[in-house]
């Protein structure tokens, strides 16, 4: 700050001693001079954990795929962030989509082709209640599965807390280059009860799981485009957006997440181009992956059993305006399933996409179409990533078709009580699935799902759920209707 601008007015040696002063006191008394200090920039422990890369171009919460601008000098390179996911939930029945009587007549094929065993589910892992089958822990008896089943939270009918995932996330950007490395480490502990169908000998157990690992380079300064390489989100739809538990405006995923949420290893490029003239952009966000979009419990990721990658797009279309954003977008994916090794049985999925958010009203939808081969003439051994299995439960791989769709609206009270914010919320989702090759496959199920969440400032969100699932067609009647709640500690 020179002589003239502070209206202090020194000449000759008084000007010389002045910039000697100035040169040699420390920021902390120049600031207290009147000349603002440069704040300095601790580890940034607090900041929400990130999803992974927007297909839908998203800005109001950058997740580590959004194309970000590169760190300023006082960015920290290295950021830790995290949360903890503890829930209470309650299930009808015995926690599972099975009727009591497939114990004494088993179905005549695997057992979850007759039911959908995703529909009790008690967090946003998509974990049902359970997936014993009756019978299955009766000696002598063991019933068939078809590896259509979800990981199990393994507390049955019984009300039980539940420590749904403890997240640590690391990301690292390169001050150098535009380069940015991320991980997702994640802990998450059950007891099981023995369940010789899961193949499962019963205990305590903590499942150490790395849910995304990628680098991410941003080569074109002047523009929104990146490449990711390693394990990282879906590209397909708008759910995997919700993924992680503190950005998730419920509890529960839809019934058609199985198939478009999955993380999976492989090659990601994205690309955004804004039309600021008439506030708009357009997206496509593509990936080659091991085992495409598929949650691992159907399709395993971390390595490819065909050779061939799966190849996923998603086309986006945004308009941005003061107050109203509206969002549409397309997707499909193809290439040989990853539960079998050959490369003839094909998988394909189509669906679009649509969310409009106002001030404090978000309504999104999803459409989303399955298709899965099987090896005309050809018997082919059936691999997911559960849980290993005992030898000859697991059938070969069959044709399998299904479509679905899931409508959500949310909106947040205007209250003035902050720290708090009240989100009332309401979705409704349908399924059809059919296995052509086993007769009396064919179901139809529905769920509609009510709930609250409650933010306390930005470390914390509290929810409860009532989850009423129906068997329309098909599907024996059952009571697995689900009362479930989260409390979300973001760090």
Do not use: C
């Not at 800005?59 to 970000?68: G, H, N, S």
């Not at 799981?209 to 300064?221: C, D, M, S």
């Not at 590209?235 to 509890?251: Q, S, T």
């Not at 949650?295 to 050779?307: C, D, F, I, K, N």
């Amino acid at each position: 700050m020179g002589p003239e601008r502070s209206g202090l007015r020194l000449k000759g040696g008084g000007r010389l001693l002045a910039l000697l002063v100035t040169s040699i006191l420390p920021v902390t008394a120049l600031a207290a001079a009147g000349e603002p200090a440069a704040p300095t920039q601790s580890l940034n422990l607090a900041a929400p954990a990130p999803s992974d890369l927007t297909s839908s171009g998203d800005v109001e919460a950058p997740p580590p795929e959004e194309v970000l601008p590169p760190p300023t000098p006082t960015t920290p390179p290295l950021v830790i962030t995290g949360y903890l996911d503890v829930g209470f939930a309650k299930a009808q029945g015995d926690g599972t989509s099975f009727p009591g009587s497939y114990a004494a007549t088993p179905p005549p094929g695997p057992a979850d082709y007759y039911v959908d065993g995703f529909a009790p589910a008690v967090n946003s892992r998509g974990e049902a209640a359970s997936t014993t089958i009756p019978g299955a822990t009766v000696p002598g008896a063991m019933p068939m599965v078809g590896g259509f089943l979800p990981r199990s939270a393994g507390i049955g009918g019984k009300p039980s807390f539940l420590l749904n995932t403890a997240d640590v996330d690391v990301r690292y950007t390169a001050p150098e280059i535009p380069v940015m490395i991320f991980t997702r480490l994640q802990m998450i502990p059950r007891l099981y009860d023995a369940d010789p169908s899961q193949g499962i000998a019963g205990g305590e157990y903590t499942r150490l799981l790395l849910e995304q690992a990628f680098g991410r380079i941003t080569p074109i300064k002047s523009a929104e485009f990146a490449l990711s390489v390693g394990k990282f989100d879906s590209v397909f739809g708008i759910e995997y957006l919700d993924n992680e538990a503190n950005f998730r405006v419920g509890v529960t995923p839809s019934l058609i997440a199985r198939y478009t949420t999955g993380q999976s290893v492989g090659l990601k490029a994205f690309y955004r181009y804004q039309m600021i003239p008439i506030s708009s952009a357009i997206s496509i966000n593509a990936s080659a992956t091991n085992s495409g979009t598929f949650v691992e419990a159907l399709q395993g990721p971390s390595r490819s059993l065909t050779g061939v990658p799966i190849m996923a797009v998603r086309v986006g279309y945004e308009l941005n305006l003061a107050r109203i954003s509206f969002k549409l977008g397309g997707s499909a994916e193809y290439g040989p399933r990853n539960d079998q090794t050959t490369t003839s049985a094909l998988q394909t999925l189509l669906g679009f996409d649509a969310r409009l958010i106002l001030p404090t009203l978000t309504l999104s939808g999803e459409y989303v179409h399955v298709s899965e081969e099987d090896v005309s003439g050809m018997t082919v051994q059936k691999l997911t990533g559960l849980n290993p299995f005992p030898v000859g439960v697991f059938p070969h791989i069959t044709e399998f078709y299904a479509q679905g769709f899931w409508i959500q609206a949310a909106e947040e009270l205007p209250l003035p009580i902050d720290p708090f914010r009240i989100t009332l919320y309401a979705r409704y989702e349908q399924r059809h699935a059919q296995f052509p090759d086993f007769i009396g496959s064919l179901l139809t199920v529905d769920r509609t799902t009510v709930g609250v969440n409650v933010g306390i400032g930005e470390s914390l969100q509290v929810k409860a759920e009532y989850l009423v699932n129906r068997e329309i067609e098909g599907a024996p009647n059952v009571a697995n209707n689900v009362f479930t709640s989260s409390a979300v500690w973001t760090w």
